[in-house]
């Protein structure tokens, strides 16, 4: 038996999938509200920015993310959109 419950995610998190796992999250949750969710995003290929929005309020919420590539672990701390700095003098 486990301590929480888990959502693996594969391909996209974009409109209109954004809106489905909103619902399944929502439903995980509110099955058994003590146990946390965990969401493993190893098979996630891109995210939009409703997607993004949804997964850090999922985080926000105590939802746990996993297995995250570095590029959605860029993406997630707000790195995305943001110039880099330059090496050059």
């Known amino acids: 038996m486990t ?17 489905e796992l909103q619902k ?6 509110g099955t058994s509200p003590r146990k946390p969710v965990e969401v493993d995003l190893a098979g996630v290929s891109f995210i939009d920015a409703t997607g993004r929005d949804l ?9 746990v993310l996993v297995g995250a590539s570095p590029f959605l ?5 707000g790195n995305a959109g943001k110039p880099r700095k330059s090496n050059r003098n």
């Open 3 to 19: 301590d929480s419950l888990a959502l693996k995610l594969e391909g996209s998190i974009k409109r209109p999938w954004v809106d």
């Open 24 to 29: 399944a999250w929502s439903a995980s949750a």
């Open 55 to 63: 997964l850090l309020q999922m985080q926000q919420a105590s939802t």
């Open 73 to 77: 672990r860029y993406v997630l701390d």
